[in-house]
Each structure stands twice: as structure tokens, then as C-alpha cells.
């Protein structure tokens, strides 16, 4: 299993910056990509950014040019930022951390628990 822990939401002014923190540990072997998801009330949870474990990014066209995903990975832990700039009001949502994973041949996603991020107008 994985485990993943975000931090770093909060509130800023339309235009500010956070950086939000996904800290995957367990059984990271198993993990081929982490994502970045966010979720409003009453919508679908959409994909915002992911990046494979060898670096590679990809980005929603509401993140491009706006939002930066990096990995940081040693031998027990792995870290996925994501780093958003030029914040809007309608970036406001519950991000969540997704891993996703292959265990005995299947595809397997894990969690985090969400950390809020509220831009002001």
C-alpha cells in the first residue's frame, strides 16, 4: 500500500502563489505516476497536473503556464509539488494527491485526504 500526506493549501488573494506538498511513502516501488486532483462542490473531481516517477509533466489546460509539478524522490520517501502561480478565483477547490500504481497486474489508485485552497477575489 501508499500512503500520501499533502500540506501546504490555504487562503491568498486573486494573483498570489502556494505551493502544495504530496509526500508519498510505503510501497513506492509499486508507483508508476502521482497526480494532482482538485474538487469543488457539487463537480467532478478533474485532473489538474501529473508527473511519472521519471519526471515527466502533464498538465490540464487550466494549469498550463500557471502551475509547475516537480518529484523529488530518495529511497523511503517521494515528494510531488505542485506549485501554482497567477491564482484565480475559480482555482478554489480541495486538492487531492492521487498515486497511482500496478500491484499484481492491477491498476491501483491511492489518495490523500485533501488540503483546501481558497482564492479571494
Known amino acids: 500500500q501508499v500512503q500520501l500526506v499533502e500540506s501546504g493549501g490555504g487562503s491568498v488573494p486573486t494573483g498570489g502563489s502556494l505551493r502544495l506538498s504530496c509526500s508519498a511513502s510505503?510501497?513506492?516501488?509499486?508507483?508508476?505516476?502521482i497526480g494532482w486532483y482538485r474538487q469543488v462542490p457539487g463537480r467532478l473531481r478533474e485532473r489538474v497536473a501529473t508527473?511519472?516517477?521519471?519526471?515527466?509533466?502533464?498538465?490540464a489546460d487550466s494549469a498550463k503556464g500557471r502551475f509547475t509539478i516537480t518529484i523529488s524522490r530518495d529511497n523511503a520517501k517521494n515528494t510531488v509539488d505542485l506549485r501554482m502561480d497567477s491564482l484565480q478565483p475559480e482555482d478554489t477547490a480541495v486538492y487531492y494527491c492521487?498515486?497511482?500504481?500496478?500491484?499484481?497486474?492491477?491498476?491501483?489508485?491511492?489518495w490523500g485526504q485533501g488540503t483546501q485552497v481558497t482564492v479571494s477575489s
Open positions: 510505503g510501497d513506492i516501488s509499486s508507483v508508476n505516476a
Open positions: 492521487r498515486a497511482y500504481t500496478i500491484e499484481l497486474g492491477d491498476n491501483i489508485s491511492y
Open positions: 508527473i511519472t516517477f521519471q519526471g515527466s509533466p502533464r498538465y
